[in-house]
Structure formats: structure tokens, C-alpha cells
């Protein structure tokens, strides 16, 4: 079992940056890809970014690349997203997700939301304009 804990959303304006937290608990965190997605009010939940268990390989959706940057400390068992420029459209609830992964994480699997065994509750960041 893996139990995932987001924080850090809130409300910004546009251009403005928010760094989102997620604890993870439960298992090796070494042993989790780990994602961040997001799902705004009456959409589809989205992939955002991705970091397998080494954090060697990063994945990003196309409309945060360059803006958003996801990491992990292994020491605090925690994944980040640090989102900077951020526009309107990312508003949205922002889940954290984890995937056992054994051996290599192919884009397919880092970028699926089909792909992630266990999720967080999710945190709200709004952009104002």
C-alpha cells in the first residue's frame, strides 16, 4: 500500500509560481515512478509531469513544459512540482500519483493516468488573471 499526502496549492495570479508537495508513505519511495496530473471542473483528468524511480528520466505534458519542473528527495520521501509562469488554464485540482516501478518506465506508462496503482486526495491551485 502507498499513501499520498498533496500540499502547497492556493491561489495565484498569472505569471506567479506555487510549488506542490506530495509525502508518500507506505512503501520504498525509491521503488515509485511518481506523477503529477490534474483534472480542472468538468474535465478529464490530464497528465501534467512525471519522474521515475531514479529520477533520471522526466516527463512533461506539452503545456507545462518549460514552466513546471518535477523532482523528489529521497531523503524526505517527497515528490515536487514546482510550477512557475502559471497561467489560468492550469487551474485545477493537482493529484499525485505512484506507480511500482520495476526496472525501465516507458513514456507510455509515465504518461497514462491508467498507468498510476495509488493517488492523493489532490489540491486545489487556482491562477488568476
Do not use: H
Amino acid at each position: 500500500q502507498v499513501q499520498l499526502v498533496e500540499s502547497g496549492g492556493g491561489l495565484v495570479q498569472a505569471g506567479g509560481s506555487l510549488r506542490l508537495s506530495c509525502a508518500a508513505s507506505g512503501r520504498t519511495f525509491s521503488s515509485l515512478a511518481m506523477g503529477w496530473f490534474r483534472q480542472g471542473p468538468g474535465k478529464e483528468r490530464e497528465f501534467v509531469a512525471a519522474i521515475s524511480w531514479s529520477a533520471v528520466n522526466t516527463y512533461y505534458a506539452d503545456s507545462v513544459k518549460g514552466r513546471f519542473t518535477i523532482s523528489r528527495d529521497y531523503a524526505k520521501n517527497t515528490v515536487y512540482l514546482q510550477m512557475n509562469n502559471l497561467k489560468p488554464e492550469d487551474t485545477a485540482v493537482y493529484y499525485c500519483a505512484a506507480r511500482p516501478q520495476r526496472g525501465s518506465l516507458t513514456t507510455a506508462q509515465a504518461m497514462g493516468v491508467t498507468s498510476y496503482d495509488y493517488w492523493g486526495q489532490g489540491t486545489q491551485v487556482t491562477v488568476s488573471s
